[in-house]
């Protein structure tokens, strides 16, 4: 959704969430402190709202903006306990102005959604909107040479799941979980529920928990099958990540959520997504979805929520 009034002009966006169909690390670190990751993302109709604009040089909002850090004003609907310029959001929009020679300043408003530290890549989603909606509002990258590997670039530097979220569909990441291997047809419309326990889990704790205790990662490839079949069945009975046993150490409510997910009727297969602590079922049914949400929060007080997978596109309101 885009608006003007005067001479600002505004752009307000969906940010979707991911879940982690296959998330397989493998020990040790490179040289940049990194682990080799093999990484199947697919994105959810769930998420912040993002709201950026670029304010009237008259508006209250201008001024304010023009002297904020990075010429970037970020309003946050809640406390998520950083400070504004390691806000992934902030680094987007200041890192677009730096590339792309933004004179004006930049007032970005997130309303939060979703936890945070739950392995969902929330936090990507809200940079990567932010980019996508400078891009529109500057004209990029549609009038300048270039504009969409550099766009690319700023989301590969903020972090590793930002890039999926620029054009989100079934995407297969190596490298660290930054490098696209391979894209396939999008898997729209499949029910998914979403539980997290009480507690969250950082994902520098889950690596340190993962170091003390690494284990092999499976391969990917009955994960990639499914998804070049566009097998849902098959999508459900691949899910795998190696990560969920240090989510679990660190939070152990994350087994009691998951061993409770995968009792429910009409859930084909469940597993933590990312670093945690949130745990995702694939759904036989949207209401067998919304009847295991219900169910987790009124039965167990666990923030929940029932949604559907999205592709390309699935940003803009």
């Not at 966006?13 to 169909?21: I, M, S, T, Y």
Request: glycine share 8%; hydrophobic share 45%.
């Amino acid at each position: 959704m885009r608006t003007s009034s005067g001479s600002s002009a505004e752009v307000t966006l969906d940010a979707p969430v991911k879940v982690n169909l296959h998330l397989g690390i493998h020990p040790g670190r490179d040289e940049r402190g990194y682990h080799r990751a093999d990484s199947v993302m697919i994105a959810l109709a769930v998420g912040d709202r993002v709201r950026v604009a670029l304010p009237a040089p008259d508006a209250p909002e201008a001024a304010e903006a023009a002297q904020a850090p990075g010429g970037v004003l970020l309003r946050m609907s809640e406390d998520v306990g950083v400070d504004p310029t390691h806000n992934t959001a902030w680094q987007a929009a200041a890192r677009f102005r730096e590339a792309f020679h933004v004179a004006a300043p930049v007032l970005v408003e997130v309303t939060k959604r979703v936890p945070p530290q739950s392995g969902l890549g929330g936090s990507s989603s809200d940079a990567a909107s932010v980019l996508l909606a400078l891009a529109q509002l500057c004209g990029v990258p549609a009038d300048e040479p270039g504009g969409e590997e550099r766009l690319a670039a700023i989301a590969r530097s903020i972090g590793a799941d930002v890039p999926l979220f620029l054009e989100p569909r079934p995407t297969y990441l190596v490298g660290a979980g930054d490098v696209v291997k391979e894209s396939f047809p999008e898997l729209p419309g499949l029910p998914v529920v979403l539980v997290r326990p009480r507690d969250g889990v950082s994902t520098a704790a889950a690596y340190r928990a993962f170091d003390a205790r690494p284990s092999l990662p499976a391969s990917p490839e009955p994960m990639l099958a499914a998804l070049r079949d566009g097998d849902a069945m098959a999508v459900a009975a691949a899910l795998h990540n190696n990560l969920q046993a240090a989510a679990m150490r660190i939070v152990p409510e994350d087994s009691d959520v998951l061993a409770w997910l995968e009792r429910q009727p009409g859930v084909l297969a469940a597993q933590v997504t990312g670093s945690g602590s949130c745990v995702f079922g694939i759904c036989e049914t949207r209401r067998a979805a919304r009847r295991v949400a219900a169910a987790a929060q009124d039965a167990k007080d666990w923030w929940s929520c029932a949604t559907i997978t999205v592709g390309k596109g699935a940003q803009f309101c």
